[in-house]
Structures are given as structure tokens and as C-alpha cells.
């Protein structure tokens, strides 16, 4: 199994373009995460998805967006980047479980840098 | 406001000494406490989930503590390794849903 994957690891963007980052899953897992890591601060959620088909906002939403087409994959969109965009960015996966005793499985990241 | 907050933010500590990472949170309702390394780089990896009944949960040379009702944690890392250098980050699930994320604190361990 290869877990989480994320593509791309690194990219470079100029103010204003556009990209879409991938994270795919062979674990079968019903829900996915995107997060944003930046220095000094502790991950925040970007949006999720609770299955195939479904997509919900997280705590920083804005500037981004998501689709779920299938269960495996779970694509981040920026439309137009910014460089407050510039982050190391994570997605995970789980399985849900009562009392949301779950263990997050975690991607290694995409790097991405707004000029 | 719900927040976790980790302590020290930094540490080093020699090859095979024992340390202990602090985490007080403020998140309610509570659901269980994890704890995650990442490795410079990498994605973050889970070492324990505590549910509010659990006061220890140990893995390999790491144990976590967890007092409920001081909202309190702890993990302690025992006999150090240089493989030890990395981000540790408590984590604190809130009422099943969202998971709120700690600063991390980052341990150098030294030969």
C-alpha cells in the first residue's frame, strides 16, 4: 500500500496563476483532509470530505476549492494564488469511527511557493 | 476559545537521556488527545489517541499521559535516539469532529 500520496512536492507560482494539487488514497478511507502548515503555527483545516460527492469548508477556506469525483482522490484548487498562499500543504485520510476514535493518515506534502 | 498550547517549543537533549513534552488544552467538548512526529519534511505520524478514560497509552519508547481533568498531557520519550529528532504535536479532537492542532514542539537529540 502506498498510503497517501500528494502531488505535486514542491511548485513555484507567480501571483495570479492557477493550479490544482492531487491527493489520492488506497486505504478505501470515506474522508479526507486538506491542511495548511505555516511556521509558528499548528496545522489548520482547509476543507474536507466525508465521501465521494460531498465536500465541506474548514477553518481557512478562503482562496481555495475541492473536489471529490472519486473516493481515492480529493483535488485543492487555487485559482488565483496569492502569496499569503504560500504553505506546506497536507492532506489525510480516514475511516469513520464511533466517537471519532480515528487515526488520520497523513500525505508528505506539497510545498508551494506565491511569488 | 478552544486552543492547545505545547511546551517547550524547542528542546535538546543528548543520545539516550530521557525527556517529557507538555500539552495543555482548553478544547471542549473533548473527545480523545493524540499525538503526532513529523519528521522535517514528512507528513505527520501518529504515536497515540487517548479517549477521556485512558491515563497512559505507551508506544515502543514513547508514553503518553493524559489527566483529563486538568486537561493536561504529556508524552515522554525514554532512552533518546538520534531518529528522535523531529516535531512532536498534541492534537485534541473536539467533540468527534474537528481536530485542533498544537504548535509542536521540536526535539534535537545529540550524539
Known amino acids: 500500500n502506498a498510503g497517501v500520496t500528494q502531488t505535486p512536492k514542491f511548485r513555484v507560482l507567480k501571483t495570479g496563476q492557477s493550479m490544482t494539487l492531487l491527493c489520492a488514497q488506497d486505504?478505501?478511507?470515506?474522508?479526507m483532509y486538506w491542511y495548511r502548515q505555516d511556521p509558528g503555527m499548528g496545522l489548520r483545516l482547509i476543507h474536507y470530505?466525508?465521501?465521494?460527492?460531498?465536500?465541506a469548508k474548514g477553518e481557512v477556506p478562503d482562496g481555495y476549492n475541492v473536489s471529490r469525483l472519486k473516493k481515492q482522490n480529493f483535488l485543492l484548487g487555487l485559482e488565483s494564488a496569492a502569496p499569503s498562499q504560500t504553505s506546506v500543504y497536507f492532506c489525510?485520510?480516514?475511516?469513520?469511527?464511533?466517537?471519532?476514535?480515528?487515526?488520520?493518515?497523513f500525505g508528505p506534502g506539497t510545498r508551494l511557493t506565491v511569488l | 476559545k478552544n486552543q492547545v498550547e505545547q511546551s517547550p517549543q524547542s528542546l535538546i537533549i543528548l543520545e539516550g537521556k530521557n525527556c517529557t513534552l507538555q500539552?495543555?488544552?482548553?478544547?471542549?467538548?473533548?473527545?480523545?488527545l493524540r499525538w503526532y512526529k513529523q519528521d522535517t519534511g514528512r507528513g505527520p505520524v501518529s504515536l497515540t489517541i487517548m479517549t477521556f478514560s485512558e491515563n497512559t497509552k505507551s508506544n515502543g519508547r514513547y508514553t503518553a499521559t493524559l489527566d483529563a481533568d486538568t486537561k493536561q498531557s504529556s508524552l515522554h520519550i525514554t532512552a533518546s535516539q538520534l531518529s528522535d529528532s523531529a516535531s512532536y504535536i498534541c492534537?485534541?479532537?473536539?467533540?468527534?469532529?474537528?481536530?485542533?492542532f498544537g504548535k509542536g514542539t521540536t526535539l534535537s537529540v545529540s550524539s
Open positions: 492534537v485534541v479532537n473536539q467533540a468527534g469532529t474537528a481536530l485542533i
Open positions: 489525510a485520510s480516514t475511516r469513520p469511527t464511533s466517537g471519532g476514535y480515528n487515526e488520520q493518515f
Open positions: 500539552c495543555n488544552y482548553t478544547v471542549s467538548p473533548f473527545s480523545n
Open positions: 486505504m478505501n478511507h470515506e474522508y
Open positions: 470530505s466525508v465521501g465521494e460527492g460531498t465536500t
